[in-house]
Antibody
């Protein structure tokens, strides 16, 4: 069955970088886009953008340009979110989710990766 | 792109019906029939409950229904159950391959 499995929690110092992975199982990876969603502590869901799993072309939402980079390794059906120059306000749960073929919603979600930025 | 507006909280007794609203603009909710709803229990990932305004994924009880009028989408939960207590988020396609989420509604079962 379809599953998205994310990497484990991260504790980083301010100014460092972090790379979160999202490995897909149970479907043809290149057929569905991967979206990234942020949830700050006690806050709502915020769409960060998506990456075309076929072409690797990323699209970033407003507020997620510059320090945020989406990438892929199609050989292992894995998407990545890299955040550089980490700030305390980047502390959040980061989810990957699948955008099904010919769909405009998020049908499967990873379990979330907690990134904590603290000195 | 501004977040879609949802009421902060809604409550109801077991067996009752509650309706959650999700208000956007002509550029998102009103412009496309691509509104979806997600349920999130504490400490869990969101779960798709409704897509394309009123379609239910396999496995979602028919107690959950969606609709849309103009720039406002709605999720109705009928026959409220204890396990329905959760946060609910709407989302809409907003054109040019962008999406937007709602602010979220906490559903409390009294």
């Amino acid at each position: 069955q379809v599953q998205l499995v994310q990497s484990g929690s991260e504790l980083k110092n301010p100014g460092a970088s972090v790379k979160v992975s999202c490995k897909a199982f149970g479907y043809t990876f290149s057929n569905s886009a991967i979206n990234w969603v942020r949830q700050a502590p006690g806050q709502g869901l915020e769409w960060m953008g998506w990456i075309n799993s076929n072409t690797g072309n990323p699209t970033y939402a407003q507020g997620f340009t510059g320090r945020f980079v989406f990438s892929l390794d199609t050989s292992v059906s894995t998407a990545y979110l890299q955040i550089s120059s980490l700030k305390a306000e980047d502390t959040a749960l980061y989810y990957c989710s699948r955008d099904p073929p010919s769909g405009w919603h998020f049908d499967y979600w990873g379990q979330g990766t907690l990134v904590t930025v603290s000195s | 792109q501004s977040a879609l507006t949802q009421p902060r909280s809604v409550s109801g007794s077991p067996g009752q019906s509650v309706t959650l609203s999700c208000t956007g603009t002509n550029s998102d909710v009103g412009g496309y029939n691509y509104v979806s709803w997600y349920q999130q229990h504490p400490g869990r990932a969101p779960k798709l409950m409704i897509y394309d305004v009123d379609k239910r994924p396999s496995g979602v009880p028919n107690r959950f229904s969606g609709s849309k009028s103009g720039n406002t989408a709605s999720l109705t939960i009928s026959g409220l159950q204890a396990d329905d207590e959760a946060d609910f988020y709407c989302s809409s396609y907003a054109g040019s391959y962008f999406y937007v989420f709602g602010t979220g509604t906490k559903v409390t079962v009294l």
